[in-house]
């Protein structure tokens, strides 16, 4: 079945560095992938995402990049803030036909010491 | 309020009873998710709406879970016999349509003892 491999599950970096957290996925026909933050006690919160037809896209100190022929995507956060501290989720999602439903990577814990 | 909202936010029941967890969606989205997320883990589908009826349930893990969405808006996931197992994060989130994004709710915290 559809997998989506995410590391790693955790990292730590100091205040004003950057972090990189990597997935990869199996469908070959999922065409969107979206990244979510998550704090205790809350539910994912959506923080960027990207479709197939697109190699990179940023917002602020976020970005994205995807290769699809070796199914990788990846988040980039520079100028890292300790408000970013939080577990982060991929995810990968086939669009077309009747399934919609997102299948997500087990998840990156960061760490941002000030 | 404007996001989705799922009550309870927290519930405690025995072993064997029966639960319902209710979500509701942002409005006007007429798809809508629940997933189930344990601890340290990622969320996990359970089953997908399409306005009233469940497009794709693949992820329901046997038959004591069911979900309703009978006008297309409010959904209730139902679960029988409750079994410890089944302690975890019940998260429902909902998009516009199925292929744009998905905000999720806060959760329900099920704990069965």
């Known amino acids: 079945g559809e997998n989506v491999e995410q590391h790693p599950s955790t990292l730590s970096v100091q205040e004003g560095d950057s972090a990189v957290i990597k997935c990869t996925y199996s469908d070959s026909a999922s065409n969107y992938f979206p990244w979510y933050k998550q704090e205790l006690g809350k539910g994912p919160q959506l923080i960027i995402d990207?479709?197939?037809?697109?190699g990179e896209k940023k917002d602020q100190r976020i970005a994205v990049t995807l290769n699809k022929t070796a199914k990788h995507f990846s988040l980039h956060i520079t100028e890292t803030q300790p408000e970013d501290s939080a577990v982060y989720f991929c995810a990968a999602q086939f669009t077309g036909g009747s399934q919609g439903n997102l299948i997500f990577g087990k998840g990156t814990k960061l760490s941002v010491k000030p | 309020g404007a996001g989705v909202s799922q009550t309870p936010s927290n519930k405690v029941t025995e072993k064997g009873k029966y639960v319902e967890l209710r979500c509701d969606p942002i409005s006007g989205h007429t798809a809508l998710y629940w997933y189930r997320q344990s601890l340290g883990q990622g969320p996990e589908f359970l089953i997908y709406?399409?306005?009233?009826?469940?497009?794709?349930d693949s992820g329901l893990p046997n038959d004591r879970f069911f979900a309703v969405r009978p006008e297309g808006s409010v959904s209730t996931l139902k679960i029988q016999r409750t079994e410890r197992g089944d302690s975890a994060v019940y998260l429902c989130?909902?998009?516009?349509?199925?292929?744009?994004?998905?905000?999720f709710g806060q959760g329900t915290r099920l704990t069965v003892v």
């Open positions: 990207i479709r197939s037809n697109v």
């Open positions: 989130a909902s998009s516009y349509q199925e292929s744009t994004e998905a905000f």
């Open positions: 709406f399409q306005g009233t009826g469940a497009a794709d």
